[in-house]
């Protein structure tokens, strides 16, 4: 049964109720536990139905539809965190709005309203607002998708989708250092294809890449550019950043590289600090150089889960490039902390990133409040 966001009113969900111990949000584990309610809308006949917050649960769909078919399916993922007064604080949600939007296009998707996304996701916060962790024991992950659920084995854009936001918390996450493999054998991206968008199909063919950097001994894979091989452009499932002398370098956006929020924000910040940040392409060969006269301090993937992970060695062609120890790195583990400082409303919010979602829920959500 479906509930209209104009008639609120709630079935009882199945599932456990969230936590009341904060200890125990602190353990959860990422995507293990799911919080009561999902947000759901349609696209059918042209348009896109009034949003509906329902139980979390099974759809039932039928096998042919074309996100499975085909593989027209497109996401987005961002965070909410606790302020030390309990408030519920978004991270640049709108980014994330659009975004999906740019991603939807690139597979002849129609567009979804930025308020959609925006008003449905405030109201999904307000309603599931016990699953968001207090402050110092996690986040809650929040997953907006759109997939195609026309039935036809046919190669078309399709003319029926849904847009459902789910949640869940996770406790406090260390992002341990990781070692990558820079793998010659498989390319995430291609000029002209999809890399800078967050599709779906973007990720399955990375698991045998990842595979392999596990059977190397590394934690994920360091991606090098299409045509050339030589280049490197992300790291894993995250945007990479190198700390070259006092400079800090990154691969530029332009086709092959996913835009991340959490990349734009470190840039930001950077700047703010007076560091020189370059969007520049970085070859292998100028990283081994790098690395050989004492010039790579830090290398570090940056995306929504952890934040900022370090990178702790890079394997290429059976060689090791050893990173400087985490601890003596003067950059990326204080933009870490000062990031995190903003996004649990502990620092101030200079470039109003920070979107509080409002509780009190006979009053509308304020956009970009401050
Ligand atoms: C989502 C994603 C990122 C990070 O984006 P954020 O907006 O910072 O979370 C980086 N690379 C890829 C391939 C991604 O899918």
Known sequence: ?????????????????P?????????????????????????????????????????QLVPN???????????????????????ILLFRPWDNARR???????????????????????KLLQIDARWVPPLGTGALYIRPMIFSVD???????????????????????????????????YVRAFPGGTGDVKLAG???????????AKAAGCDTVLWLDGPERRYVEECGVMN????????????????????????????????DRGIGVEERRLSVDELVTLHREGRLRECFGTGTAATITQVRRIRFRGDDLILPAVEARP???????????????QAPDRHGWVDEVTLDQARPAAANAR
Do not use: C
Not at 7 to 16: F, W
Not at 77 to 86: D, E, F, I, Q, V
């Open 331 to 345: 950059v990326g583990p204080s933009v870490r902390e000062q990031l995190v400082a903003i996004v649990t409303g």
């Open 202 to 212: 973007n990720y399955a063919p990375t698991l045998v890449a990842d595979r392999e």
């Open 1 to 17: 049964m479906l509930i209209p966001m104009s008639s609120l009113r709630l079935e009882r969900p199945e599932g456990p109720p």
């Open 240 to 271: 990479v950043f190198f700390v070259v002398d006092d400079r800090v370098i990154t691969p530029p956006l332009g086709g092959t590289i996913l835009p991340g929020v959490t990349r734009d924000s470190v840039i930001q910040l950077l700047r």
């Open 65 to 87: 539809i074309t996100a499975l078919q085909s593989g027209i399916s497109v996401f987005e993922g961002l965070k909410a965190h606790r302020s030390p007064a309990g408030q």
């Open 100 to 122: 999906l939007n740019r991603s939807a296009e690139r597979l002849a998707m129609p567009r979804l309203p930025e308020s959609l996304f925006l008003t449905g996701l405030r």
């Open 19 to 59: 936590p009341t111990d904060p200890t125990e949000f602190a353990r959860i584990q990422f995507s293990t536990r799911y919080s009561s309610h999902m947000l759901v809308a349609a696209f059918e006949s042209g348009r896109w139905t009034e949003s509906e917050i329902r139980p979390y649960g099974p759809l």
């Open 151 to 185: 039935g036809v084995v046919r190669i078309k854009p399709a003319d029926q989708y849904l847009f459902i936001i789910v949640t869940f918390p996770f406790g406090a996450y260390f992002s341990a250092p990781v070692d990558v493999l820079i793998t010659e054998q």
